[in-house]
C-alpha cells in the first residue's frame, strides 16, 4: 500500500534562513512517481515538481532543491534563504504504478510560517 | 485557457441537502479526479475517471457520487449531506497519456454542512 509521511506539522523561520521539509513515502512498486505542491494562503494547489523513481538526480530550482534518496525513501524539499512568500502549506505526493498512476496519495502537510 | 474551474466557490448546506459541485477543464484531458481536504489529513481522493462514461472510487468514496458525461465535465453530486462532508473539495485533471505529469487543481470549493 502507498503512504506518504510528513512528520513535520508546523515549521516557523526567519526569513532569509534554510529550512527542509521532510516526506518519507511507501510503496511496494519499483515504478513510481513522487510530487511536491505549495498551498499559499490563497488556497490554490500550486505545483512544484516530480520526480520519477529511477530518476535520484537532485534537482535544483532558484532557492528551492529537491533530495530524492530511494535508500531511505524520502523526497525532501529545501528552500535556500526563505520568504515571507515562502509561507505556506506543503504537500509531498505519491503516485504508483500499481494503481495504473491513477491514485495520487498526499502526505499531511507541512505548514511553513516564514517571518520578517 | 480557463484550466480547471469549479462552482461554487463556497456552500452553505443544511444536513440531508443534496447539492452537486461543479468541475469543467478545457484542456481536452482525459483524467479527472476529485479530493476533499481537511485539517490535518491532507488530500483524499473520492472518486476519478479516466474518460467519458468511466468513473472509479477513490479512498473516501462514501456518500459521494459522480458521473463523466463529457470529457470537460465531472460533478460531484452530495445526495443526502452530513456534516462530515463539512470540506475543501478540489477537482484534478491531467492528460491520462501523461502518467508522471503533475495534476492540474481548480480553485476549490469550500463546503460547510451545518
Known amino acids: 500500500a502507498q503512504k506518504v509521511t510528513q512528520a513535520q506539522t508546523e515549521i516557523s523561520v526567519v526569513e532569509k534562513e534554510d529550512v527542509t521539509l521532510d516526506c518519507v513515502y511507501e510503496?511496494?512498486?519499483?515504478?513510481?512517481?513522487l510530487f511536491w505542491y505549495k498551498q499559499p494562503p490563497s488556497g490554490e494547489l500550486v505545483f512544484l515538481i516530480r520526480?520519477?523513481?529511477?530518476?535520484?538526480q537532485n534537482e535544483i530550482s532558484g532557492r528551492y532543491s529537491w533530495n530524492f534518496q530511494k535508500s531511505t525513501s524520502s523526497f525532501n524539499f529545501t528552500i535556500t534563504a526563505s520568504q515571507v512568500v515562502d509561507s505556506a502549506v506543503y504537500f509531498c505526493?505519491?503516485?504508483?504504478?500499481?494503481?495504473?498512476?491513477?491514485?495520487?496519495?498526499f502526505g499531511t502537510g507541512t505548514r511553513l510560517l516564514v517571518s520578517p | 485557457n480557463a484550466g480547471v474551474t469549479q462552482t461554487p466557490k463556497f456552500q452553505v448546506l443544511k444536513t440531508g441537502q443534496s447539492m452537486t459541485l461543479q468541475c469543467a477543464q478545457d484542456?481536452?484531458?482525459?483524467?479527472m479526479s476529485w479530493y476533499r481536504q481537511d485539517p490535518g489529513m491532507g488530500l483524499r481522493l473520492i472518486h476519478y475517471?479516466?474518460?467519458?462514461?468511466?468513473?472509479d472510487q477513490g479512498e473516501v468514496p462514501n456518500g459521494y457520487n459522480v458521473s463523466r458525461s463529457t470529457t470537460e465535465d465531472f460533478p460531484l453530486r452530495l445526495l443526502s449531506a452530513a456534516p462530515s462532508q463539512t470540506s475543501v473539495y478540489f477537482c484534478?485533471?491531467?492528460?491520462?497519456?501523461?502518467?508522471?505529469?503533475?495534476?492540474?487543481f481548480g480553485p476549490g470549493t469550500r463546503l460547510t454542512v451545518t
Open positions: 505526493a505519491l503516485s504508483e504504478e500499481g494503481t495504473g498512476f491513477q491514485k495520487l496519495v
Open positions: 484534478a485533471s491531467r492528460s491520462t497519456g501523461q502518467v508522471n505529469y503533475e495534476q492540474y
Open positions: 520526480r520519477n523513481s529511477f530518476d535520484e
Open positions: 475517471s479516466v474518460g467519458a462514461g468511466i468513473t
Open positions: 510503496t511496494r512498486d519499483t515504478t513510481y512517481y
Open positions: 484542456m481536452n484531458h482525459e483524467y
